[in-house]
């Protein structure tokens, strides 16, 4: 079983892309919003972690129900 702190390999992430080809590669992992750096050579790294938590998945805070500061009141 793979630790979430663990690098994807370069196989596992032709695996998961489906691209060879490094441009490609990176071009799916954004489009997935899975955080990635990319290598001096081109290649995407990103670690299990955030490819099973991708940004574009996490919940952003949507306040839509909870009291909001009235930050007119200070001026």
Known sequence: MNNDKDII???DI???TGYKIP???CESLR???IFFITRRDGRP???WAHFNDPLS????ATGGN????????LD
């Open 9 to 11: 390999s370069e196989s």
């Open 14 to 16: 032709e695996m998961l």
């Open 23 to 25: 441009s490609k590669q």
């Open 31 to 33: 489009e997935a919003g």
């Open 45 to 47: 790294r990103t670690t």
């Open 57 to 60: 998945h996490r919940q952003k």
């Open 66 to 73: 909870e009291p909001q500061p009235d930050f007119g009141a």
